[in-house]
Nanobody, 115 residues
Framework: QVQLVESGGGLVQPGGSLRLSCAAS????????MGWYRQAPGKERELVAG???????NYADSVKGRFTISRDYAKNTMYLQMNGLKPEDTAVYYC?????????WGQGTQVTVSS
């Protein structure tokens, strides 16, 4: 069994920063791709940032230049550095990964941007 556990969410003022972490544990798998997603109340889950095992990254237009996705393979952990946060970034953030044609999800972490 594979578990993904997010951490690092919280309340931050507009313009502030947070770093989310997604730690993988359990059975060892090789994720061909991983990503950060978010879901705001009343909205569908959307991809925020993704990365492949080859190092390719992609970002939603709304976060380009502000968010950075990275992976530490030694720690089996993925990160999302979020700078210049805006109220519209408020959502539950989920990490997800694909391995051997199966999708794995974390439980989510709340990010609230408010003054």
């Amino acid at each position: 069994q594979v578990q993904l556990v997010e951490s690092g969410g919280g309340l931050v003022q507009p313009g502030g920063s947070l770093r989310l972490s997604c730690a993988a544990s359990g059975r060892t798998v090789s994720f061909s791709s991983m990503g950060w997603y978010r879901q705001a109340p009343g909205k569908e889950r959307e991809l925020v940032a993704g990365t492949t095992a080859g190092g390719t990254t992609n970002y939603a237009d709304s976060v380009k230049g502000r968010f950075t996705i990275s992976r530490d393979y030694a720690k089996n952990t993925m990160y999302l550095q979020m700078n210049g946060l805006k109220p519209e970034d408020t959502a539950v953030y989920y990490c997800g990964g694909r391995a051997s044609r199966r999708d794995y999800w974390g439980q989510g972490t709340q990010v609230t941007v408010s003054s």
